[in-house]
């Protein structure tokens, strides 16, 4: 069996934690929206997958209130050892090699999950569809950066594409997203929906310091691998403090689906 590649983040930084602040601040909204729009769920018992900081689980918990439950699974439980929920169930484990239980839950989610995991991505994606309950739901949100090397200016789009072409080598898909919906489809849903999110970055806003924390923690490995120079990163980092620079670098895909309740 090949090694399992290691995360491209280092999950035990200061860094790291205050980048998965800045993503759940930015992201959260887009997945409580997602979740609420399927209905009432009190009572739900609910799997979280790659729970991160868990800002999605907390919520969850809060949401199903305590007739429901919420497991959350993460290689690093750091974090998630923290939420106050008494609902709440943290395990340990590494998803790429981990079985899940079968039809056991109402809601299975995971965000930003399988781009990190991508020669797995489909393994998990069928475990995941295979957990959820006849009835129940899948709600997956993964990143596209197709836009990325589109942008403006031209140092911008070339620091992207040396960090996309960083991120292949490592085993990271960042265009995964686009083909998010088919491959809920493959993975047994009939109908799934898909909408995608597109968030505008002001230079000294939230979003420039998500994208300084990652530049800075990704840095040296990206310098070394020889994807990219240390001139072009510095200067795309440089425009993130620019309040007057607006730019569009990444997408985020949303896939829903309800299992045939007959299944």
């Known amino acids: 069996m090949n090694a399992l590649r290691p995360y491209i983040l280092d999950d035990a930084a200061t860094v790291e934690y205050q980048r998965l602040d800045l993503m759940s601040r930015i992201l959260d909204p887009w997945t409580r929206g997602y979740i ?5 769920r009190r009572g739900w018992h609910c799997l979280e997958l790659g729970g991160g900081n868990g800002s999605v689980s907390e919520w969850l918990c ?10 959350t699974i993460d290689v690093n439980t750091t974090l998630l050892d923290l939420v106050p929920a008494q609902n709440l169930a943290v395990q340990q484990a590494d998803l790429r090699t981990s079985d899940l239980p079968s039809r056991a839950y109402d809601l299975v989610t995971c965000r930003a999950l399988l781009h990190q995991i991508a020669e797995h991505a489909p393994t ?8 959820v309950r006849p ?38 898909d960042w265009f995964i997203g686009r083909r998010l919906p088919r ?12 909408k995608t999110d597109v968030q505008d970055i002001r230079g000294g806003g939230r979003g420039a310091l998500y994208f300084k924390l ?6 040296d490995r990206v310098l070394d691998s020889g994807r990219l120079d240390a001139a072009t990163l510095d200067a795309a ?6 309040p007057d620079y607006w730019t569009q670098c990444w997408m985020m ?11």
């Open 124 to 131: 998990v994606l069928r475990r995941m569809a295979g957990a």
């Open 253 to 263: 895909t949303a896939v829903w689906a309800r299992k045939d309740p007959t299944v």
């Open 237 to 242: 980092a440089a425009l993130l403090d620019d």
């Open 36 to 40: 609420d729009a399927l209905g009432d």
């Open 135 to 172: 009835g129940g739901w899948l709600v997956v949100q993964e990143p596209d950066f197709h836009l990325a090397p589109t942008t403006e200016p031209a140092v911008w789009a070339a620091a992207w594409r040396g960090l996309l072409e960083w991120g292949r080598d490592s085993g990271v």
């Open 214 to 219: 990652f530049f800075a923690e990704v840095r």
């Open 62 to 71: 809060e949401t199903v209130g305590p007739t429901g439950s919420v497991t």
């Open 183 to 194: 491959m809920v489809q493959t993975a047994g849903f009939a109908r799934p929906q898909a």
